[in-house]
């Protein structure tokens, strides 16, 4: 959870610099999308999407156990 945490963080921050940022990270069967926009200097809009998945980033099916 520590990575998905740094992850979400990471994004928001970039986010106040450059105005809106968008990404995609995967943990074990699940998959998190993000849109972060800045609406000023301290307010940031913040969407995360979560999934259910089989596949890899890249698309490769996962093995059993969520793993790439």
């Known amino acids: ?3 998905l945490y740094d992850w979400l963080r990471e ?3 970039d986010c106040v610099g450059s ?3 968008r990404g995609t ?7 998190f ?3 972060c926009a800045a609406v000023s200097r301290t307010e940031v809009i913040t969407e995360v ?3 259910l998945t ?7 099916p996962l093995s059993a156990d969520g793993r790439a």
Do not use: C, E
């Open 1 to 3: 959870m520590h990575d």
């Open 11 to 13: 994004g928001a921050n």
């Open 19 to 21: 105005s809106m940022v």
């Open 25 to 31: 990270h995967r943990m074990g069967f699940l998959m």
């Open 33 to 35: 999308k993000v849109t």
């Open 49 to 51: 999407r979560t999934t």
């Open 54 to 60: 089989d596949t890899a980033l890249d698309g490769t």
